[in-house]
């Protein structure tokens, strides 16, 4: 995607985040533009389940988004999307996230106390950041809802704090272990030689990790960027969510 094409889209997202949103503030007071609208309404459904349904539900989840950024925003192009293989282990360099005016911002400051994640009998490294990312685009971007705990009693839900209104910065922890692990080239070409849905819902979305420690391709690229995009029911609140299901799309 060429230079100005890139701004012209965060330009188009940041518009969104700006425009008054649709849910009502009343029973959403979280919900402050029509970048949360997508964030409430998208995430509970989408990542809810990784069921056969879900790839489904994403699709017309995207549909929906690019719809509102032609419609409501102006931008005249398609929605981009994160070519994982590219830059696992490498994410820092990424044109996606390596900070400049043209990216989608990138790491966030380095965070002592966040920790690693576990899953089962593995625990991978944490990330690199853990705090406000500073630059780029969405350096002043401000996330309303969430942070929902990993350990939730009901994924079919919205758990506490629901659609409470929790102004925070973006915060991301780039991680380029699980980035080379779980998002690499070989993870793709699996993917490619599924032979059924089956299969192909195994290589994307091995969920839950436990008790192999094991992602797919989907929670790969979540737990890639950590922090805000690793949140189980709000991480559409990161730019980067929309990129990583595109990529889930063209796959
Ligand atoms: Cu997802």
């Known amino acids: 995607m060429l230079p100005a094409k890139r701004i012209s889209y965060t330009n188009a997202v940041l518009c969104m985040t700006r425009t008054p949103p649709r849910l009502p503030t009343t ?20 990542e809810a389940g990784s069921d056969d349904a879900d790839a489904g539900l ?3 989840f995207l549909w929906l988004f690019e719809s509102a950024l032609w419609d409501e925003c102006r931008y005249t192009g398609y929605l981009p999307y994160w070519n994982w293989p590219l830059w696992a ?19 966030g400051d380095y965070n002592p106390g966040e920790q690693s994640v576990s899953g089962g009998d593995v625990t991978l490294p944490r990330g690199t950041g853990g705090d406000c990312t500073r630059c780029g685009p969405f350096k002043d971007m401000v996330v309303h809802l969430g942070p929902f705990s990993r350990m939730l009693p009901s994924l079919t839900e919205i758990p506490s704090p629901g659609f409470e209104y929790n102004p925070r910065c973006l915060n991301r922890s780039l991680n380029n272990f699980v980035a080379a692990h779980f998002t690499n080239v070989t993870q793709v070409s699996h993917l490619m ?41 709000s991480s559409p609140q990161d730019p980067a969510f929309m990129l990583h299901h595109a990529m889930i799309d063209r796959m």
């Open 58 to 60: 994403h699709r017309r």
């Open 89 to 107: 282990g490498k994410l820092h360099d990424s044109p996606l996230f390596d900070c400049s005016e043209t990216s989608l911002s990138g790491d």
């Open 193 to 233: 030689a599924a032979a059924d849905i089956a299969d192909f819902q195994m290589v994307m979305d091995h969920w839950p990790a436990e008790p192999t420690g094991v992602l797919g391709l989907h929670g790969g690229g979540h737990f890639s960027i950590g922090s805000t995009l690793q949140d189980l029911f």
């Open 27 to 46: 029973a959403y007071p979280g919900v402050r533009s029509r970048f949360d609208d997508f964030v409430a309404c998208g995430s509970p459904t989408c």
